[in-house]
């Protein structure tokens, strides 16, 4: 049983949305950090790893297709370094909360989940929301900073710290994210 999920949120991205450029630039800076987070959750039997991500509107599409249509986007290098792999578990979603109509919850309390770690992007819009939904769920949250990509840098700003203050979340480097062995 795993009492940490590493949840990796909407990095299966296609770029061709309005915010599309002004979210790359951010994204750049994370995939090296998130890459390393990643791998290091791979490695772990403690470790739940999964990804939820949005299916763009898509209701027939599978994890295949949600990353294949990202990896045929404008930014595959910011997605081929964080496909996921086969065995990994993938959610779909259509709104921004990574718990809100997909199986999330059943999943991390079937696991005996105590804690999420949160990463991905939007830090002010999907990561925020599912932090808000992981509070009410009672799991205790982490959230590395350089593991969140923002649209805009005040909101983004603004989103870690009620993150911090209204859902007690942890924002921390991810290099100090599942340190123990």
């Known amino acids: 049983m795993s009492t940490v999920a590493l949840v990796v949120i909407d990095m299966m ?3 061709d949305h309005e915010d599309a450029d002004l979210l790359a630039g951010s994204v750049e ?9 990643v791998g290091r959750a791979r490695g772990r039997d403690d470790v739940r790893l999964l990804y939820v991500n949005d299916n763009q509107g898509d209701f027939s599409a599978s994890p295949a297709d949600i990353v294949d249509r990202a990896l045929r986007g404008r930014r595959p290098d910011l997605v081929e370094p964080l496909v996921p792999e086969p065995d990994c578990a993938f959610l ?4 921004h909360s990574a718990f809100y ?3 999330l919850e059943y999943l991390l309390s079937r696991e005996k989940v105590e804690q999420v770690i949160l ?3 939007v830090t002010e819009q999907c990561v925020l929301y599912s932090a808000l939904d992981a509070y009410v769920r009672h799991f ?14 005040e909101l983004g700003q603004a989103a ?13 480097a991810s290099a100090d994210c599942l340190t123990g062995a």
């Open 13 to 15: 991205n296609p770029y």
């Open 140 to 153: 205790s949250i982490k959230v590395p900073r350089d593991a969140v990509a923002h649209i805009d840098p």
């Open 29 to 37: 800076k994370i995939v090296g950090p998130l890459r390393d987070l």
């Open 101 to 103: 109509g997909t199986a």
């Open 160 to 172: 870690l710290r009620m993150m911090k203050r209204n859902m007690r979340a942890e924002v921390v």
């Open 119 to 121: 990463t991905g992007q």
């Open 92 to 95: 779909s979603k259509v709104r």
